[in-house]
């Protein structure tokens, strides 16, 4: 990769296959006689995000709303979500240890839960833009920092635009507020990644369909 290309890319259905806020809120609710009603409703929640519908920041609010959470739970979901790393994103471990200072985790999920997988990629935690869960004394969850761009609406083309990169950059990513970095003119380029989920109202936005990570660095390479 050229020394002035930078990747942006999404954690959730991305660098990992799952969507880590539903993970965290199955392992919530697991004792809960309601768990499948509400699961089911924030699944919904999460597809209007995706596609565009809902502004990130209510998806965000309506989705903590209906469950609690505590670092016991996060701790479990994090176990599975190491075992749930994208496939061509394990493959290409050492594209990220060379390239790591160039590659940044813009996401809408949560650091608390992205560290441990972009550690072990040798991803510097300053290139991670992601939100903070706010905990009680007792370690339950009880609200996010608010104050970080990746709770509002728009905050990844915010974020992007702060990060004042020179060069061409890249965003990897499967949703609606990953093409929006592309849309407000602070990317070149928009791949839309369907290793894991094919949105298809997304990839008809996107400069090209990546079907996996090998593609992307092909692609960064040709163009």
Not at 101 to 107: A, E, G, M, T
């Amino acid at each position: 990769m050229k020394k002035d290309d930078y990747l942006i890319i999404d954690f959730d259905s991305t660098f990992i296959k799952l969507e880590t806020l539903e993970e965290l809120a199955r392992e919530a609710l697991k004792n809960n006689s309601q768990k499948e009603n509400i699961q089911d409703r924030i699944k919904k929640i999460t597809r209007q995000g995706m596609y565009g519908k809902l502004s990130f920041e209510d998806s965000l609010k309506r989705r903590l709303a209906l469950f609690s959470a505590n670092k016991n739970d996060i701790k479990r979901v994090n176990l599975k979500i190491k075992n749930n790393i994208t496939e061509s994103f394990k493959e290409n471990k050492d594209f990220f240890r060379e390239n790591g200072k160039n590659i940044f985790v813009v996401s809408g999920g949560f650091s608390e839960c992205i560290f441990p997988v972009t550690d072990d990629f040798e991803i510097s935690r300053e290139n991670i833009l992601a939100n903070d869960f706010e905990f009680n004394s007792e370690g339950s969850v009880i609200g996010i920092n608010e104050k970080n761009l990746a709770s509002k609406t728009q905050g990844k083309v915010r974020q992007v635009e702060n990060l004042k990169l020179k060069g061409r950059i890249f965003v990897i990513g499967d949703g609606w507020t990953d093409f929006e970095i592309r849309k407000e003119k602070k990317a070149d380029y928009f791949l839309a990644f369907t290793e894991n989920i094919r949105r298809e109202s997304v990839v008809d936005l996107a400069d090209e369909e990546m079907i996996n990570f090998n593609k992307v660095i092909k692609f960064v390479k040709d163009n």
